[in-house]
């Protein structure tokens, strides 16, 4: 267990294996320990380096609110400092937009990009198609908002796994770790949703990324994600899609071997052989 300072915070990163360079970025709400069913297996072809986003359980949480802006130098300075750059890097969910945030400003640093479910819902502002699932997603994001300002970090943490991401009853059959960890860390979603871009990313800046980029998405993710892919997947030159048969929102977790399989299937298929 290690840490180091990089752009003015504290992070926590552990690192191992051997191979090409490959960083995982979670999501909101969760840690390091989000990719601990696919670290071991991916570590027998990669580098591997994982790390507690800001404000996120072993690393630092500065006072005051962040931005995903912030993440985003946070994962550049990170791999930088720990030689991890140019690596493949993966994210899911917020991580996923974080990871998506950075290569469209620091294509250099990048092998590849693997985004799974970035919540970018600002790409579909202009798509009545999608309003009303969308505008229900967002009531639903706010009345999270409304727990966690009310003090009631279990009760938010709930509704967000069973009514935004997952689906009813999923809260229940999260190890009890997992749910904890989800509760101690419920204040960085605050500061996540206070950043007004958070939702949003210039598609033309991203189009400067040329290399290799996997986007995914799962049979039981919610409506919107699909259409977030599919605006990501015309903006990328390089772009590839896929989708998990029976996984939602956290595939690494829910599909583990299916998820390995696929991330190291696209690196290979990618690898540049100089």
Not at 39 to 46: C, D, Q, S
């Amino acid at each position: 267990m290690s840490r180091v300072e990089v752009n003015g915070v504290e992070l926590f990163y552990e690192a191992g294996g051997d191979g090409d360079p490959l960083v995982l970025v979670h999501g909101s709400w969760g840690d390091h320990e989000a990719w601990a069913p696919v670290v071991h297996a991916l570590a027998l072809r990669f580098r591997v380096l994982v790390y507690d986003r800001r404000g996120h359980s072993q690393s630092e949480r500065p006072p005051g609110p962040g931005s995903r802006f912030e993440d985003e130098e946070d994962l550049a300075a990170l791999m930088e400092t720990l030689g991890f750059a140019p690596a493949y890097v993966a994210g899911n969910s917020f991580g996923a937009s974080t990871v998506l945030g950075l290569a469209s400003r620091r294509p250099e640093l990048f092998r590849g990009i693997i985004a799974h479910d970035p919540p970018l819902m600002g790409l579909l502002a202009d798509d009545s198609g999608l309003l009303p699932s969308a505008t229900a997603g967002s009531r639903k994001i706010e009345s999270v908002l409304e727990h966690l300002r009310a003090d009631r970090p279990r009760a938010a943490v709930r509704q967000f796994v069973e009514e935004v991401v997952l689906e009813p009853g999923a809260w229940d059959q999260l190890p009890e770790r997992v749910r904890d960890t989800f509760v101690a860390n419920a204040p960085t979603f605050l500061d996540e949703q206070a950043d007004p871009g958070w939702a949003d990313l210039d598609l033309g800046l991203l189009s400067g990324h040329t290399g290799p980029a996997l986007l995914s998405k799962g049979t039981q993710s919610p409506p919107w994600f699909a259409a977030i892919t599919d605006r990501l997947s015309k903006a990328l030159p390089q772009a590839e899609t896929h989708t998990f048969e029976g996984a939602g929102h956290i595939p690494h977790i829910s599909h583990p071997e299916t998820y390995v399989e696929r991330l190291i299937s696209f690196v290979d298929g990618n690898r540049n052989p100089a």
